[in-house]
């Protein structure tokens, strides 16, 4: 990518699924980086740290990082609302005899479950299976509404200017 747009450096902005220790050091040993108010409707908490990675020989790199948590309250709204509606629509589903390959939606099926368990009896039953409200993980995901983790090598950019790289994420992915 480098040499094909005549770049002298590469910043890495991702999500969770590609910060493994292999694409960090890649990065990091060829001089590229990678990204991980008063109103009350934001809020961070930052700090730095060193931690050794493995990269695809085994050998063990340093890397020097920031690592920020930050909520936002206009996330955390627009995470409720789309939560909410993905309720309803559970709710609507267990009430029919729908098969689970009937709805696609991967967002729906982690609150959906397909069950043949006799809860009273723990046993599993030869009964036709049935569709199960996790209320657990719908609990579990609505406390963590509105928050972010993330981590960069650039540690001398402030927490908002990593932000601001992370917001352009959506760019990438909808080119997908």
Not at 130 to 139: I, S, V
Request: proline share 1%.
């Amino acid at each position: 990518m480098k040499q094909l747009y005549g770049l002298d450096r590469v910043i890495l902005n991702s999500d969770k699924g590609h910060n493994s220790g292999n694409n960090l050091t890649y990065l990091v040993k060829r001089g590229d980086s990678y990204e991980y108010n008063k109103s009350g409707t934001f809020k961070v908490k930052s700090f730095l740290r060193d931690r050794k990675v493995k990269d695809e020989s085994g050998e063990e790199v340093e890397l020097h990082e920031k690592v920020f948590c930050f909520w936002s309250k206009d996330y955390d709204d627009r995470e409720k609302h789309k939560r909410g509606e993905l309720k309803k629509k559970a709710e609507h589903i267990l009430g029919k005899s729908l098969q689970v390959q009937r709805f696609q939606s991967l967002c729906l099926k982690k609150y959906l479950k397909l069950n043949h368990v006799n809860e009273e009896t723990e046993e599993i039953e030869k009964i036709k299976p049935f569709l199960e409200y996790d209320k657990k993980r719908y609990a579990r995901d609505q406390e963590l509404d509105g928050y972010y983790v993330l981590i960069s090598s650039k540690v001398e950019l402030l927490e908002a200017e990593i932000i601001e790289k992370y917001r352009g994420l959506w760019k990438i992915e909808e080119s997908f």
